[in-house]
């Protein structure tokens, strides 16, 4: 983190709109005055520790290393740990330990140390049980971002091996057969896959663009959706409504419908099962 | 306000996310370019004046002191008058004299000084008669935080008892019955009573932890409702879904069912009845 | 653009609240980190270029003068060219050129000049085809914020008729009778239209504070609605639930219910057409 520019703040929470978030700038702007605090996220799914961490991962690299918080945090009050993880780009990324920063941390470098936050001389002075956020995470951040806080001061270390850590999709990678989940449906209904074009090219070898394939979801309730879509590069190369299968801004596949919500039209959520296969009738090519 | 350091400006509306708060914010950094404007909310529930007041109770006790701004304003254009409210901890509220800015002021050490706003200097020429958030509010704190308006020279004095009040729920407290009413719903759906832990105290003496209670809610429409909660101090002593009874981040009594809506399930809202018992059938703790 | 004070960027899409546009706003603040970002609106009705320059066209004007980023993008990807226009007040607004920024330009003073992106030394490396927002606008921006990129720098000079336009609703206007349509619906519900009191006085004459009218809207779905209103100056004239007519704050005539949602209960959105006529019963006045 630079100290010569003013420190940013990365900060994602799924506490809504509704003055939960502002409380907790406060404290970060009230202990570092001059913080440029990046908000990334505060609608996140309630309590979807994979969302928000879907979200971090795709945003965190585009922002300046610094000091991020992400608080989605089912077990608040619970013994579930505070811990601060230091990145190999040298962002500290605070919140929560279940899961909800490891792979943030992974898309910047890696990594790279880890202190559990015991000491409480960072914290609020009386923190309450609900509300780690403005109590314990905030004001963490706010120190770490003044430097009058270091990351050693923090609390004990932990390993690599401590952290609590999201159970990944597995992808199943077959001739002409590819399997995997849905990683995230963003606000455009685009829904993106826990898997990239190298999935794709082992299953089905090199894929023309204006392929057709078939994908199959499978939603937790209801029947499983069969659809088709070209694998092209952008929307405009479909038809407006017609749905695509293509590499998203963050370089993995994702299945869309141009101008329209292809996660409501197929029932797709994070978690959903997709298979997808090359179209047999190649006429429709 | 310290002078050295950024300025902040707290800023809440019922605004909405479409463009008229960043008019506001464009008005406020055009008189202050260096102003740390901290967006507080600006999804109020249109019109709730009740609500407004609640966010920004629990929220600006968080923030440095600064200038903030609150316009949920159902009567912009009427006579209603707008005010400046100077804040024992030395923070200035800009807003309607509607009831939004009192119990703010009060949690700020109290209302120490008022000002009516009617030195058009400060305001934009050309006022309309529908956007005074734009147009008198937002020029107003931009003018106190850039320092070349004084509280003083906003116009003349309003005595505390001049300022129109929110009606504040009655709690009722008998042996062995709370009876409150809901303060406000957050993005959770938790519910946020009127009342504290004291009330609870009075009602029922001490209160175990794991207590059982029995809490009747009155929506407006529909049938009460009646449910079961226990006493605890986060949402994780309970199973997810089932409801509990917690002294809230703020201090004050609420209602949740833990990863749940409880509000939706109870068809709770602000201003709802609710009336709170101990469980007769100890069985069930 | 003054170069002492912090620069402002204002930024607008229809990316949502999920980090897309937390994304871009790292990318602005990792080369211009003093930046004041004044994010305008991220929830524009999705691909609704028009609603997205009704956004910019009303709140620019109150914004200081700075780079402004608007990004309602569905061609994204495919040969609509990337832009940045030079208004009259200085402002550089930065876009894609499908009609989005000639309103908004045009509110600053008119169009200065245009620049084609076409320099990608300004873009980031690896430009994905799906997020121009982020790897084109966004640095693009931050580049011309910070001063180490100048708006004659970007690319070649397009011409004002190069620039493609929106369509403009055609006001009709005959002895009595006023068509016209819905510009926006904003959050509250009121329904902004795309014309002037000049048209109304073209229309009927002088019409005196309190006349009634009769509002005809034809949604493009389901029958069509006719309504009473009162023209008044603000919404406290009528009864709480009654429509009125009024001069909004932009100066356009705007339709909407005292604290009501006018377009919901009217079926009115962007684009239905508006037929006003005096009210004939003058008993009702």
């Known amino acids: ?3 010569e520019r003013r420190p940013v703040i990365g900060f994602l929470t799924d506490f ?3 003055g939960a978030a502002a409380t907790c700038r406060g404290v970060m702007l009230g202990i570092c005055r001059d913080a440029q605090i990046i908000d990334i996220c505060h609608t996140v799914r ?5 969302d928000g961490s879907f ?6 690299p585009y922002l300046p290393a610094g000091v991020h918080v992400g608080v989605v945090d089912p077990g608040v009050g619970t ?12 962002d500290i990324l605070v919140g929560p330990d279940n899961g909800l920063l490891v792979a943030p941390a992974e898309s910047l470098g890696g990594v790279d140390a880890i202190r559990q936050l015991e000491n409480r001389t960072f914290w609020l002075t009386g923190t309450s ?3 780690h956020g403005r109590d314990v995470f905030a004001p963490v951040a706010g120190h770490l971002s003044v430097g009058d806080a270091t990351f050693e001061e923090l609390g004990p270390t932990l390993a690599p091996d401590d952290l609590v850590r999201l159970e990944a999709p597995q992808n199943r990678v077959a001739a002409g057969v590819l399997e995997t989940a849905v990683a995230y449906v963003d606000s455009f209904g685009n829904i993106r896959l826990a898997c990239g074009p190298e ?11 204006g392929a057709s394939v078939v994908a199959v979801f499978h939603p937790s309730e209801g029947p499983e959706r069969r659809d088709a879509a070209r694998f092209v590069t952008t929307f405009g190369q479909v038809e407006s409504g017609s749905a695509l299968l293509y590499v998203d801004s963050s370089g993995r596949l994702a299945y869309a419908d141009n101008q329209g919500d292809a996660a409501a039209r197929l029932g797709a959520g994070t978690g959903t099962a997709v298979r997808i296969t090359r179209a047999i009738d190649r006429a429709e090519t």
Do not use: C, M, N, W
């Open 129 to 131: 049980a609900t509300f």
């Open 1 to 3: 983190v630079e100290r």
């Open 79 to 90: 013994p579930r740990r505070p811990v601060a993880i230091r990145a190999q780009r040298g």
């Open 46 to 50: 309630k309590y979807s520790v994979a």
């Open 55 to 60: 979200i971090l991962t795709a945003s965190l």
């Open 199 to 209: 999935d794709l090219a082992r299953a089905f070898g090199v894929v023309e663009p």
């Open 16 to 18: 809504g709109l509704d």
